[in-house]
């Protein structure tokens, strides 16, 4: 790992048998984007973004995972944000590929990227009102 990337996001290294990553970094909501450059400066690529739904805690959670072919590394970076209000801004200006993801995310978990340049929905119908990964989730 990177000495400057270690010294700015709080990584903590897990059991890659166990969980299928090398790292992981559980960061506050506005330390996202700069964790994405950091990563993006390191050489990292990103992988995939997705939600979890802690409803009974009240929050959602981001949850970016990237990767580096070159050395093996696989890093997950995780974010909570209110379940109320899920809003995160987006890493799309940092890796373009983020787009989809972010996309994806905001339609199945109802989370909002702040900045991003197109929230309209990528899997479900553009009328859509529901979000069908939360927890609380009727069909």
Do not use: C
Not at 17 to 44: N, S
Not at 93 to 101: D, Q, T, V
Not at 106 to 127: A, K, Q, R, S, Y
């Amino acid at each position: 790992m990177n000495a400057k990337l270690a010294a700015s996001i709080p990584f903590q290294p897990v059991d890659y048998t166990a969980k299928g990553y090398h790292f992981d970094a559980a960061i506050a909501p506005e330390k996202v984007v700069e964790a994405a450059a950091l990563l993006d400066a390191a050489g990292f690529a990103l992988d995939t973004i997705t939600g979890v739904d802690w409803m009974a805690e009240g929050q959602m959670e981001v949850v970016y995972d990237f990767f580096r072919f070159d050395e093996g590394l696989r890093v997950a970076v995780r974010t909570r944000i209110p379940r109320d209000n899920p809003e995160v801004a987006t890493i799309s200006g940092i890796y373009p590929g983020a787009n989809w993801h972010e996309r994806e995310t905001h339609d199945f978990f109802g989370i909002n990227f702040v900045g991003h340049p197109d929230m309209t929905p990528f899997l479900l119908p553009e009328d859509a009102t529901y979000h069908p990964l939360r927890k609380d989730f009727v069909a």
